[in-house]
C-alpha cells in the first residue's frame, strides 16, 4: 500500500516567511511524528499526535513552530516568520499501535 | 534526558570486510532500540530493532543484540557489500521518559569500496 507521503518534497523561502509543510500518513495508523534533519544537530523529534491529540509540544524549537492533526489522518507543521536556521529536511513518520515508525521522504527546507 | 550516541565515521571498508558500528544509549526508562538505514537519495528505513534485554535484531545480515548491563546495542556484519553503503541511525524509543518520539544517534556514514 501507499507509504508516508510529504509534501513538497522542496521549498525554497525568505527570511521572515510563513511555510506549511504537509503529511499524509499511512491510512490506518493513528500516531504521527515530526522530526528535522540538519547537518548540525542531526536528527530531532519535534512533537507527536496521536489521533489529534500532541500531549508534549516541549519539542518544538520555538514559539514560531506549530503543528496540527485533522481527522487523525493529515498533519501540517507550519513555521512562521522563518529563519536561516530552520533550514533542514523535514520528516514525518507514522505508525500503528506497537509497531515501528515509517518513515516519509521529507521537505528539503531552504531559507534563503 | 535519553541521548545515543554512535561512531560518526565516516566508516570506510573494502568488500566483505567484518563491520561494527558501535552504539550506546543512556535512557530513564526502559527503552526499545533500533538501527535505521538512510541509503543516498532515499528515506528512512528500519534496519532491525530490539524490545527487551539480550533480544538480538537482525535483517539483512546485520545484528545487533540489546546489552542492558553495557546500555549498547552495536551494529555488525560479517561481510559487507558495496550495497551497504549509506547512513546507519541508532536510535531508541522510551515512551517511560516522556514523549513517544525516537531518539536517534547522529548517524554513521558508512561507505564500502570494491
Known amino acids: 500500500g501507499a507509504g508516508v507521503s510529504q509534501s513538497p518534497s522542496n521549498k525554497v523561502t525568505e527570511k521572515g516567511k510563513d511555510v506549511e509543510l504537509r503529511c499524509d500518513p499511512i491510512?490506518?495508523?493513528?500516531?504521527l511524528y515530526w522530526y528535522r534533519q540538519s547537518l548540525g544537530q542531526g536528527l530531532e523529534f519535534l512533537i507527536y499526535?496521536?489521533?489529534?491529540?500532541?500531549?508534549?509540544k516541549s519539542g518544538l524549537p520555538s514559539d514560531r513552530f506549530s503543528a496540527e492533526r485533522t481527522g487523525g489522518s493529515v498533519s501540517t507543521l507550519t513555521i512562521q516568520r522563518t529563519q536561516q536556521e530552520d533550514s533542514a529536511v523535514y520528516l514525518c513518520?507514522?505508525?500503528?499501535?506497537?509497531?515501528?515508525?515509517?518513515f516519509g521522504p521529507g521537505t528539503r527546507l531552504t531559507v534563503t | 534526558g535519553d541521548s545515543v550516541t554512535q561512531m560518526e565515521g565516516p566508516v570506510t571498508l573494502s568488500e566483505e570486510a567484518f563491520l561494527t558500528i558501535n552504539c550506546t544509549y543512556t535512557?530513564?526508562?526502559?527503552?526499545?532500540l533500533f538501527w535505521y538505514v538512510q541509503y543516498p537519495g532515499e528515506g528512512l528505513q528500519l534496519l532491525l530493532k530490539?524490545?527487551?534485554?539480550?533480544d538480538k535484531g537482525s535483517n539483512k545480515g546485520f545484528e545487533a543484540t540489546y546489552r542492558k548491563e553495557t546500555t549498547s546495542f552495536h551494529l555488525e556484519k560479517g561481510s559487507v557489500q558495496v550495497s551497504d553503503s549509506a547512513v546507519y541511525f541508532c536510535?531508541?524509543?522510551?515512551?517511560?521518559?516522556?514523549?513517544?518520539?525516537?531518539?536517534f544517534g547522529k548517524g554513521t556514514h558508512l561507505i564500502i569500496q570494491p
Open positions: 491510512s490506518g495508523h493513528t500516531a
Open positions: 535512557a530513564t526508562g526502559y527503552p526499545s
Open positions: 499526535f496521536q489521533g489529534n491529540s500532541a500531549p508534549d
Open positions: 536510535a531508541l524509543s522510551d515512551p517511560g521518559g516522556g514523549a513517544d518520539g525516537l531518539t
Open positions: 513518520a507514522s505508525r500503528q499501535v506497537r509497531s515501528e515508525q515509517y
Open positions: 530490539a524490545t527487551k534485554a539480550d
